[in-house]
């Protein structure tokens, strides 16, 4: 299978909304700059998406924390059909941060981790801080950072104080880049709450009413600290050529008549800064110099009247001197596949490579929404064809029955993403209805008859679901888990329509034995001495946190110690439904 080229430079797509506890709009295309048949119409290659202030209530947050919340379930329906998969997500109280990429970039992005900083009551509370995405894209590491600073005219200084702090506390493992300004190129955005000194409400009104926005430049706190605080040396922003996006009445797009009479005030910002050369070196091994990024356009978005503050979208292209776009594994599959036979997938590995034992392929429907939204998947445990060539081979009954267009993906457990891709193909299996009938009909079959209704129908497989590590961290103080937590499936889950991330297909409830030392091995009946079962790791839907006020990332992950106790057979499972338990607030794979 060839893959798809990045023909021109990557464009990325960053959005930033204090959506203030209110739910979801029905439609953010035109926030997105989806559809809209215009230049910039489906031209983004990734998108980031900062929210802030979203519901936290004790009891939102439980239920979002056994389920996808609904601003994030939003923003992946609304992306799905554009081909863009969610990378990572992290979350902090009321700041999330959405990272997409379009499904045929995936192999070229890497190294995904995550980190978050609570700065509200010294660094015991979420609601104020930062939260942020790192990653190797084409071979260049680059940051995105969410943040929610302090508020009011006079918490100036308290805005820099944090944000110096979360600069200082987020550190990512790995020699490419370790803290948030060591990247390549970093995206810093969010509620970051600088407000226009000086002038009165009345002259800021007069001067946006009369599109005079220059003459509020010289007064809002965030250009004069550009010249005055060393921490935002190299930072820069596009012009505001767009009215003050806070405060307004919900509903509206009149500014505060309240009591308060709030100024209005740019609040809602993003800003970016590009790492002076130094002879670093890339991921890939190749001198990082000669980076680029061009601000294509710069704007807030008044159609979206759902909170007190308007949403601020941002596109960027970016050039750079090389584009490492060789995928560290290569699938190859057939054009179609009519017969279980079949789903035969092979591949092909780079040298550089450091494959691991919980790597998998996943099976995925054309529109799917993140690594963990796959219809089948099968342990990467390979065949040699040859010394360079490996295969592996999809079980009968986990495949998808009907006919439909897939795409097959390679998901690296170390690098936290899908590392190799193929182009859609087609599946077109008899539905189990239809081979019961024929079955039923036929009655006693010679033998020179084909069989395969039968194999179809015969269970075989009774993998695991893949496993999945925790590599976020939080420099704050951490909060209670609650462990234990059982649940019973929805109505919905039961129907096959939950959005969870797990998928929702047959469950699998024998799991073949792991060594300690992380090797495997089949045909072992029982488990002597030496071996034990994989212990579970932490999970949560595979999208969003656990049950503690600091979120954790799907991509990120604490390593498992040997004395920690084992799974139960059933927490081993790919789906939610059944009696499926919560280990430490994690369903699915």
């Not at 090389?322 to 057939?334: G, I, K």
């Not at 859609?424 to 008899?430: A, K």
Request: aromatic letters at 10%; proline letters at 7%.
């Amino acid at each position: 299978m060839r893959f798809p080229k990045l023909e021109h430079p990557p464009r990325i797509t960053v959005v930033t909304w204090n959506v203030g506890t209110a739910m979801p709009p029905d439609d953010v295309t035109s926030l997105l700059h989806l559809g809209s048949g215009g230049d910039d119409s489906d031209r983004a290659d990734m998108i980031a998406i900062g929210l802030q202030e979203v519901n936290s209530m004790i009891n939102k947050r439980l239920k979002d924390a056994l389920f996808t919340d609904q601003w994030s379930e939003l923003f992946m329906d609304a992306l799905a059909p554009f081909n863009f998969v969610l990378v990572s997500t992290v979350r902090m109280q009321g700041v999330i941060l959405l990272l997409f990429a379009k499904y045929y970039h995936l192999p070229f992005l890497r190294d995904v981790q995550t980190d978050c900083t609570r700065t509200g009551l010294g660094g015991y509370w979420g609601n104020k801080g930062g939260v942020s995405v790192r990653l190797a894209a084409f071979g260049h590491m680059l940051c995105f950072l969410n943040c929610h600073l302090p508020a009011h005219m006079d918490k100036a200084e308290q805005r820099k104080d944090n944000f110096q702090t979360i600069l200082n506390l987020q550190q990512f493992q790995g020699p490419g880049a370790q803290g948030i300004l060591d990247h390549d190129i970093v995206f810093w955005f969010g509620d970051l709450n600088f407000r226009i000194e000086s002038y009165d409400l009345h002259f800021v009104k007069f001067a946006i009413d009369n599109d005079q926005f220059h003459q509020l430049w010289e007064k809002d706190q965030l250009n004069m600290a550009k010249n005055t605080w060393p921490i935002l040396k190299g930072f820069q922003e596009g012009p505001l050529n767009f009215a003050p996006t806070f405060k307004f009445d919900v509903g509206t797009n009149k500014y505060d008549t309240s009591a308060k009479k709030r100024k209005p005030a740019w609040t809602d910002r993003i800003l970016w800064k590009v790492k002076a050369p130094g002879g670093s070196c890339s991921p890939s091994g190749q001198e990082s110099h000669w980076l680029q990024v061009i601000q294509h356009s710069y704007r807030s978005h008044m159609e979206y009247t759902v909170s007190d503050h308007k949403p601020v979208a941002a596109q960027f292209i970016l050039h750079f001197a090389f584009r490492d776009d060789v995928p560290l594994v290569r699938l190859e599959v057939a054009d179609e596949w009519v017969r279980p036979e079949q789903a035969v997938v092979r591949y092909r590995m780079e040298m550089m490579f450091a494959r691991s034992s919980w790597d998998w392929i996943g099976l995925y429907r054309v529109g799917f929404r993140h690594c963990k939204d796959y219809v089948a998947y099968v342990w990467a445990k390979h065949e040699d064809v040859d010394r360079s060539i490996y295969q592996v081979t999809f079980s009968e009954e986990s495949l998808p029955k009907g006919h439909g267009d897939f795409i097959l993906g390679y998901y690296s457990h170390n690098h936290s993403i899908l590392i190799g891709v193929t182009e859609p193909f087609q599946i077109s299996l008899p539905t189990s209805e239809l081979a019961s009938s024929s079955t039923d009909s036929s009655g006693a079959s010679s033998e020179d008859e084909d069989d395969s209704t039968l194999e179809l129908l015969a269970p075989k497989s009774r993998s695991p679901s893949p496993g999945k590590s925790k590599r976020h961290r939080s420099r704050s103080p951490g909060l209670a888990r609650f462990p234990g937590l059982a649940l019973r499936p929805t109505s919905c889950e039961r129907r096959g329509t939950s959005r969870s991330p797990s998928p929702q297909s047959h469950r699998l409830a024998h799991v073949a034995p792991c060594r300690c030392d992380g090797s495997s091995s089949e045909g072992n009946s029982g488990l002597p001495g030496s071996w034990a079962f994989q212990p579970p790791v932490p999970q949560n839907l595979g999208l969003l946190p656990a049950l503690r006020l600091e979120t954790v990332d799907p991509g990120g992950g604490n390593s498992w110690r040997p004395d920690q106790e084992g799974p139960t057979m059933d927490s081993l499972s790919p789906s939610p439904q059944g009696q499926q338990k919560l280990e430490e607030g994690g369903l699915g794979p």
